[in-house]
């Protein structure tokens, strides 16, 4: 039982690339978030997935969209990667919004 | 947007010295959280609680969610090296008919050698 993993683990990216992060959870879960970390500051969210096929937008959406194909499976997308998105990336997955929310390790992202 | 005050930013203690620190809000929360991060892992769960005045331990960690449903501590005792780390609360609320947590800046916990 792996829980939740990411990939990958550090990226280094110039303004303006592209790139996808895969987060994937093996525990049945509906819930999947992602999130982003910046010091000094709490996690805040910036999309999250009530179940497979569904979308939708947290506090810092913006530059940011998502897909949710599969159950297992949460994508977070960067079309246009600006510097202001350097930050540690984490995802998250719960049976519900009501429950505990596992944490997978994060994608440590710099954007120069 | 909602904002948690979670104070203080850091700590640095003696091993075996016991710990406070706390979290307050303007918004009322259903659930109080508690994570703790060791460097370069996502957050853990400690612990949650979901009723006013409720005062729960784990261990040797123990919080409290305020009689207002604004604020909440957690205690630790007689510290441990292991117990290193950044301490992050989290509130629960509802937003768009679904329930999101409002995340506090952290407190980072360092153990004086």
Known sequence: NAGVTQTPKFRVLKTGQSMTLLCAQDMNHEYMYWYRQDPGMGLRLIHYSVGEGTTAKGEVPDGYNVSRLKKQNFLLGLESAAPSQTSVYFCASSYSGLHTQYFGPGTRLTVL | ?113
Request: net charge negative; proline share 4%; with cysteine.
């Open chain 2, 1 to 113: 947007g909602q904002q948690l005050n979670q104070s203080p930013q850091s700590m640095f203690i003696q091993e075996g010295e016991d710990v406070s620190m706390n979290c307050t809000s303007s918004s009322i929360f259903n659930t109080w959280l508690w994570y703790k991060q060791d460097p370069g892992e996502g957050p853990v769960l400690l612990i949650a609680l979901y009723k006013a005045g409720e005062l729960t331990s784990n261990g040797r960690l123990t919080a409290q969610f305020g009689i207002t449903r604004k604020d909440s501590f957690l205690n630790i005792s007689a510290s441990i090296p292991s117990d290193v780390g950044i301490y992050f609360c989290a509130g629960q609320i509802v937003m768009d008919s679904n329930y999101q947590l409002i995340w506090g800046a952290g407190t980072k916990l360092i153990i004086k050698p």
